[in-house]
């Protein structure tokens, strides 16, 4: 990391970085230090101790995930990361997951299109058998003949389920007219046919060219000291591959834009998924976005489109609005589930709403309420140590510093009126509004042809 120098002589590292205030599951607030941990081999964690239970939480990703499949071996690190606890080293599925629970270790992985993460949680006094069987679900996998077919069973029975829900084809339908034949139009999950040309090989390439140390980024909370957590990042992380396969994904081009595509289905509530271009997570004006969409949408009962959509005129039960800052594709996102009959006043109440908010802005009073609840509520993602570890990585991940929750407040109370009437006008374009809908809804019409969903 910058301004940070490892000794030539690769002594373990703690650096205090950064105070914060959490708020306790026990209800007292106390402040912590957030530390940079190295190891003698070089492994890097973000740790904030915490001995007030004998609990230690580890969460993990490496860069890379999904985008980086074969398009005939979608579903590829799902199926993986399903697969990495069933079964390490001697110990078959049924001998490895009787062991977890036995010592009440929480042991999970998941993949997502860009990382591909992984969870541990355990009592202290069980810290070393826990570290033990997770390096051995990473360093030696045994994807077992049944385990995958179990496990490739089970994803397979989901993704039939999955098609009968109207929030999930609408998703999809989104996925795939908006980004066709790109990493991000496949399912995460895969489809029947594509988890048909996985093979064993595949599973141990994906680990091996993916679960690699230079890609990887790790927040430990719990009660270990500095020294003990530098010991044990090798003992799980030393033994993987130093580099691993290209992390070559491309800016994505977005198709359909300003589309409404309808999906039929005879349900008596439509759901729909809208969205539009949005920014990067280091784009500058990244926190005047965030505010903005905590106005517009994100503020569940505060926000815009609820107040229009839901509270005045009752069409739905939840509205709501996110900004999906990927790097790849960023979108500003959202969600409205309603009656059939209601849907076509509820998207033309989001299109003016975001028409409003790029037109007018936002008023004082409004800026400071969500200043209020933004800063304010920000401390409950720390109410236990594996969110504490979580959140520690992904401000990693997304390469805020060390220092980031000492000026996050900062960020957010800098931003102004103006601030948010330049970036409403940048991205919130209602030409480019797009809807994706799933159900009978009445008198709204399809303006593109609905893509044919697979997965």
Known sequence: MTGFLVSVRRLLIAVPAAAFVVILTTGYAA?????????KGGIEAWFVRDSSVPILSIEFLFRGGAALEPDNKAGLANLVSSLLDEGAGDMDSQTFQSRLQNL????????????FSGSLKTLTRNKDEAVRLLRLAMMEPRFDKDAIERMTGEIVASIKQRALRPGYLASRVWQQ??????????????????????????????????????????????DITAEELGVLLDKVFGGLPAK???????????????????????VPQSVAIFGLPGLTRTDPDFYAAYVMNHILGGGSFSSWLYDEVREKRGLAYSIYSYL???????????????????????????RAQVKRMREQGVTDE????????????????????????????????????????????????????????RVAKRFLDPSKLTFSVVGEPTGLKATAKTPKIEG
């Not at 009440?104 to 990382?115: K, N």
């Not at 991000?184 to 140390?213: H, Q």
């Open 104 to 115: 009440s270790i929480q042991l999970g992985f998941d993949a997502g299109y860009d990382s």
């Open 177 to 222: 007219a908006v980004f066709p034949n790109t990493p991000y139009g496949r399912p995460l999950s895969g489809t029947e046919a594509t988890l048909k040309n996985i093979k064993v090989d595949d599973l141990r390439t994906f680990v091996k060219g993916n679960l690699t140390r230079d890609r990887l980024i790790i927040g430990v909370c719990g």
């Open 324 to 350: 999906q800052p990927r790097k790849e594709a960023p979108f500003w996102m959202g969600s409205v589930a309603t009656a059939n009959a209601g849907m076509a006043k509820s998207v033309e109440l989001i």
């Open 31 to 39: 402040a912590v230090q957030v530390e940079r941990v190295v190891s």
């Open 366 to 421: 409004e800026l400071k309420n969500a200043k209020l609840y933004i800063n304010g509520s920000y401390p409950l993602r720390f109410t236990s140590s594996d969110r504490i570890a979580s959140s520690l990585m992904h401000i990693q991940y997304d390469h805020l510093g060390i220092d980031y929750l000492d000026r996050r407040t900062g960020y957010i109370d800098a931003v102004t009126k103006e601030d948010i009437a």
């Open 244 to 266: 691993g396969v290209a992390l070559d994904v491309p800016m994505v081009a977005p198709k359909g834009l300003g589309s409404t595509f309808v999906l039929n289905q005879q």
